[in-house]
């Protein structure tokens, strides 16, 4: 399958799937897609992934309202249970978007398309305000 097919496979995907609108969104879903049953903190999907606790709230929340994660409601334990619907029951194409993703060509094609989207590029532009890209975790941004 060419670049332009795995773009074009990647695009009407994530139309299909408005909510997932950052790279961050995507990392956090497929986290959860490989570990579909998990006890975890914020702070700990923040060091695995890369990415600032807020960013990865921020994901967490847009999983939680879209009803691709669902995750125990418990005030007295910190760490909360995560459970990722696996299924497709409203339409929205999420098992072959995260079968896409499950490949290393699918993966960049989604990559990019998010990395152009609106969201991605204002994301960018304050990560080159003084934060590191969430793309590339760990690696600071290259002055112009």
Do not use: W
Not at 35 to 55: D, F, W
Not at 102 to 108: A, I, K, Q, V
């Amino acid at each position: 399958m060419s670049i332009r097919t795995k773009m074009d496979d990647a695009r009407a995907l994530l139309d299909r799937i408005p909510e997932l609108q950052r790279l961050c969104d995507l990392d956090l879903l497929m986290f959860f897609a490989k570990h579909s049953r998990t006890l975890i903190v914020g702070e700990q999907l923040a060091q695995l992934l890369g990415y600032g606790l807020s960013e990865i709230a921020r994901s967490r929340d847009v999983l939680l309202a879209a009803g691709f994660l669902t995750r125990t409601h418990n005030p007295t334990r910190r760490p909360r249970l995560y459970v990722f619907a696996t299924g497709d029951e409203d339409g929205r194409s999420l098992p072959a978007l995260v079968a896409l993703a499950s490949t290393r060509e699918g993966r960049l094609a989604l990559r990019q398309v998010l990395a152009s989207a609106p969201a991605a590029v204002a994301d960018s532009a304050r990560s080159r305000a003084g934060d590191a890209d969430p793309a590339f975790p760990g690696v600071a941004p290259a002055s112009a």
